[in-house]
């Protein structure tokens, strides 16, 4: 991998980065607690319990991945970067493009089922 690729690959992380941060801090205002008495319009207090789990679940998922993301974006300067852990061949630019925290090809991830 080239320095211009690295280069795209951290621009890509930093975008990745801002909309993780500004989607965790739109989750975290659905995730508040909910009055007991609180409906809005057809909205029961049930269904709303329900769609705060989801966003609870989303948000934990957003908090997973923006670490990982800001893991890469320390390591993209580093030799090992872009190199599948496991068979330890190149992976390849336009995956690591789509998916910067990626540590596995997509063989090995097919293989190992990950």
Do not use: W
Not at 43 to 50: G, N, P, V, Y
Not at 66 to 78: E, F, G, P, Q, R
Request: proline share 3%; net charge negative; glycine share 4%.
């Amino acid at each position: 991998m080239n320095s211009q690729q690295r280069q795209q690959i951290k621009n890509q992380i930093d975008t990745y980065i801002k909309a993780l941060q500004h989607e965790i801090s739109e989750l975290e205002e659905k995730t508040k607690p909910i009055a007991p008495d609180c409906s809005i319009g057809r909205l029961t207090r049930q269904e709303m319990i329900q769609e705060q789990q989801v966003n609870e679940h989303a948000l934990g998922e957003s908090r997973i991945r923006i670490n990982k993301l800001m893991y890469a974006s320390k390591k993209v300067d580093k030799e090992e970067y872009g190199i599948c852990v496991e068979c330890e061949g190149d992976i390849l630019f336009e995956r690591l493009m789509l998916v910067p925290e990626s540590s596995h090809c997509v063989s090995c991830k097919q293989e190992l089922g990950l």
